[in-house]
């Protein structure tokens, strides 16, 4: 184990400032390079990458990678490549690497141009869009007479000496985590919140409480609008490439589905499981 752990350490010690391509070991003359490792991490986090993992994780990634050619060559060694089952699997992968590269070539094949993500981005600007949102505090109680008592300490306050005199109750009377932080919620959209807690809060003018205790599963509340942020539209700049991707991927469906059309009208198919099928 302590030879295992040393070479990981010298391992990890090589891996840094590394580029596309580097060689990162070598097996019996056979270089892994820094590529080949991506598509080793990409395999199964598609969203990580190699060169940006630590140092000991590299050299674990390196490791696998080094045991993976010794494995190869046990293989090839013993001849698997020879086997039938070798054989019918290969050609399974061939199949799936044809349609791979070809879905691949129709996908860089479909455009959509500035323009047109613009014209989709006009005719639905409710589809971008940051939602409302409330920035609040709230007492929470147990009983609707506590929250009411607390309402009646307030009821005469308002602008700066309201919000302090909140802050304050929050902070010795809530029974919930943001007392001690005044009651302080932060921003949140009407999604967020139970419903009950919601509605209360963006039926409120900014800088009020609520006049009644707001029950909800959590007990009774008393609540602060700070302030009410509207909905506000997202900048094109800022949605174009998602649009464009999107719009790529609608092009790329329907076009499959066309091909697929006339593949179909065109080939003897028996499709033996739909008793509609006249092919």
């Given at each position: 184990?302590?030879?295992?752990k040393?070479?990981?350490?010298?391992?990890?010690?090589?891996?840094?400032?590394?580029?596309?391509?580097?060689?990162?070991?070598?097996?019996?003359?056979?270089?892994?390079?820094?590529?080949?490792a991506e598509?080793?991490?990409?395999?199964?986090a598609?969203?990580?990458?190699?060169?940006?993992?630590?140092?000991?994780?590299?050299?674990?990634?390196?490791?696998?990678?080094?045991?993976?050619?010794?494995?190869i060559?046990a293989?090839?060694?013993?001849?698997?490549?020879?086997?039938?089952?070798?054989?019918?699997?290969?050609?399974?992968?061939?199949?799936?690497?044809?349609?791979?590269?070809?879905?691949?070539?129709?996908?860089?094949?479909?455009?959509?141009?500035?323009?047109?993500?613009?014209?989709?981005?006009?005719?639905?600007?409710?589809?971008?869009?940051?939602?409302?949102?409330?920035?609040?505090k709230?007492?929470?109680v147990?009983?609707?007479?506590?929250?009411?008592?607390i309402?009646?300490?307030?009821?005469?306050?308002?602008?700066?000496?309201?919000?302090?005199?909140?802050?304050?109750?929050?902070?010795?009377?809530?029974t919930?985590?943001?007392?001690?932080?005044?009651?302080?919620?932060?921003?949140?959209?009407?999604?967020?919140m139970?419903?009950?807690?919601?509605?209360?809060?963006?039926a409120?003018?900014?800088?009020?409480?609520?006049?009644?205790?707001?029950?909800?599963?959590?007990?009774?509340?008393?609540?602060?609008?700070?302030?009410?942020?509207?909905?506000?539209?997202?900048?094109?700049?800022?949605?174009?490439?998602?649009?464009?991707?999107?719009?790529?991927?609608?092009?790329?469906?329907?076009?499959?589905?066309?091909?697929a059309?006339?593949?179909?009208?065109?080939?003897?198919?028996?499709?033996?499981?739909?008793?509609?099928?006249?092919?």
């Amino acid at each position: 184990m302590k030879i295992v752990k040393s070479s990981l350490i010298i391992i990890s010690l090589a891996l840094s400032g590394l580029n596309a391509g580097d060689t990162i070991a070598t097996v019996n003359g056979k270089n892994i390079t820094t590529d080949d490792a991506e598509l080793f991490v990409k395999a199964s986090a598609p969203q990580a990458s190699f060169v940006t993992l630590p140092n000991e994780q590299k050299a674990m990634i390196v490791d696998r990678l080094i045991e993976r050619n010794l494995f190869i060559e046990a293989a090839k060694k013993d001849k698997v490549d020879e086997s039938p089952l070798f054989k019918e699997n290969l050609e399974k992968l061939k199949d799936e690497l044809f349609v791979n590269l070809w879905m691949k070539e129709q996908m860089e094949h479909t455009i959509v141009s500035d323009s047109e993500a613009k014209d989709f981005y006009k005719k639905n600007q409710d589809k971008f869009k940051n939602p409302q949102t409330a920035q609040a505090k709230h007492i929470l109680v147990e009983t609707e007479k506590d929250a009411q008592d607390i309402i009646a300490q307030m009821s005469n306050l308002k602008d700066k000496v309201l919000m302090e005199k909140f802050i304050e109750l929050a902070k010795t009377k809530s029974t919930g985590p943001s007392g001690p932080n005044g009651g302080d919620l932060g921003s949140f959209t009407k999604e967020q919140m139970v419903k009950e807690f919601s509605d209360a809060t963006f039926a409120l003018k900014d800088r009020t409480i609520t006049t009644k205790p707001v029950k909800t599963q959590f007990g009774y509340h008393v609540i602060y609008l700070e302030k009410l942020n509207p909905a506000k539209t997202i900048e094109f700049d800022k949605v174009k490439e998602n649009i464009i991707q999107s719009l790529r991927q609608k092009q790329f469906n329907s076009k499959l589905t066309e091909i697929a059309k006339e593949l179909k009208s065109k080939a003897d198919v028996k499709n033996l499981l739909d008793t509609n099928s006249t092919k």
